[in-house]
């Protein structure tokens, strides 16, 4: 196994690669051989994401896409398709979040959250596990958060779609495994990234005296762990959670 490319010829479809988690999966797989396929509604993100992976020689395929919308995902995945002839990975990445309790967060925020964080994962994997099947296989990872795994008072929309993500995964780790396709959740604890930063200064600084490990993560930090999951090197690995959260969940 050539462990310096290990995603040679692989097709991946990374969500929300407009900035983030996304944007830094999305080019550290490029640097491993994979043709990505890059979609977000910031088109913008997606912009400066494609120049980054196209100045490193790698191969970007850019569609904008709303995963929350049903014909939004057949579109990518028929795109896809016809572009590549296959698909290998698709990383679920595209979140959103909403920082209010119980009783502050209405119906229609909390649908809201729950279509773009948790259908948008289902809508993904339903498409993409059709074309994975003509492949022979293929690896499926849903980005979950340590707060799918654990509590904490107040964002009640964003913890229930985070717990769906985790549980919608080993579901669908059972039932696809007779297709060689595996999928799997990793639990990212608090990572430098534009959504985890806006409006929420003083509740970083709280989450970081928390956390035992000295620093922060950053995107490449969750990248590297989608690496793993997303290569060969997991064969054996589903419906399992990679947790990376600076030891948060081991207290």
Known sequence: MNLSLRLQDKVAIITGAGSGIGRGTAILFASHGAKVVITDVNED???????????????????????????????????????????????????????????????????????????????????????????????????????????????????????????????????????????????PGVIVTKLSMTGAINGVHHLKDKTPWPELGEPEDIAYGALYLASDESRYVTGSELVIDGGFTAQ
Do not use: C
């Open 45 to 187: 993100g997606l912009h400066e994401t494609t120049q980054i992976i196209k100045e490193n020689d790698g191969h970007v395929l850019v569609l904008k896409q709303d995963v929350s919308k049903e014909e939004g995902w057949q579109n990518v995945i028929k795109r896809t398709e016809d572009e590549y002839g296959r698909l290998d990975i698709l990383m679920n990445n595209a979140g959103i979040g909403k920082r209010t309790g119980l009783a502050e967060t209405s119906l229609e925020q909390f649908e809201n959250v729950q279509a773009v964080n948790s259908a948008g994962v289902f809508l993904g994997m339903k498409y993409a596990a059709e074309v994975m099947k003509k492949a022979g296989g293929g690896s499926i990872i849903n980005v979950s958060s340590m707060y799918g795994i654990i509590g904490s008072p107040g964002s009640t929309a964003y913890h229930a779609s985070k717990g769906a993500v985790r549980l919608i995964t080993k579901s669908a780790a059972i039932e696809l495994a007779k297709d060689r396709i595996r999928v799997n959740s990793i639990h």
